[in-house]
């Protein structure tokens, strides 16, 4: 009896120690697969970008010979990060165990501490200045053209049809399709519905806002309700040249408040597509393909 349930014991215990290796594996499987997927994501949003941009040989030159060199200067700083990472690791190892007991840290850990964290902060601004400058001169070998797809291109995964192949570039069509709807409802029925038309359209954009935007609700549907007694208070001509700009007021509430700096946008896209790792191989099988 005593030998059985020794067996099953063991034979529990094995099972038990299977199932942490398989759940272990199968952690890393999963992992591997998700980053695969988010690469293939990756590499469609980029394919989607070039693809509106229609570049020039030269310019698929000019932003391959760039993306290079960015990749060369991250590189650069992972090494500069990886050759500090061991002291770096054993100081904050020493400060948790003072923390950890209650006593004060000693000054030389603190100055070794900041004296890493210095040199970690400038080695990533001279990546970083030196991406920057690489994109300002991508920026300057594109069209006025190109720039403005830049400016509004959304990486998405299925672009949307039409003459327009870069993206979600912002399209404000089916809104001002929409205005001009309300603006053919009789006064009277307006008046009566209005409120409920801006309570819709509020929790229409509220869905497609960015997660974590700080909006005042009330003060959301207000703004909306302005704008279609504007929309409403114009006659035809006035609205056909004014419609778009009141489509993108109209949604103003629901997107994020960008600073104002000129370009920094643009260059910040370049940054991360045009300068991205992902973009060499593509950039090269089309170079390539091109000799064929």
Known sequence: MKKRKGLFLLSLGGIFLFGLAVGEGFGEIARARLDSTEQLRREIRLLNLLNGLELEPSQIALILSRAAEAKRLREEWEREVLLKQDKLEATLGEIKKFLT???????????????????????????????????????????????????????????????????????????????????????????????????????????????????????ASEHILRTLDQVRSLDTAAFEIQKEALSRELVSPFKPV???????????????????PEVIPILEGRIQSGKD
Do not use: N
């Open 101 to 219: 007991s209650g006593r004060e840290i000693p000054s030389s850990i603190a100055q070794d501490y900041h004296r890493f964290d210095r040199e970690l902060k400038a080695a990533r601004h001279r990546m970083d200045d030196g991406v920057r400058h690489l994109a300002g001169e991508v920026r300057a070998g594109l069209a006025s053209h190109q720039l403005y797809q830049l400016e509004k291109f959304v990486p998405c995964i299925i672009p949307p049809k039409g003459e327009t192949r870069i993206g979600q570039a912002q399209d404000f069509t089916g809104l001002a399709a929409r205005l001009e709807r309300i603006r053919a409802i009789p006064s009277g029925l307006y008046e009566r519905r209005k409120h409920e038309i801006a309570w819709r359209i509020a929790e229409e954009m509220k869905l497609r806002a960015p997660r974590g935007l700080a909006l005042d609700e009330e003060e």
């Open 258 to 276: 960008k600073p104002d700096l000129p370009g920094g946008g643009i260059t910040q896209k370049i940054e991360v597509f045009l300068l991205s």
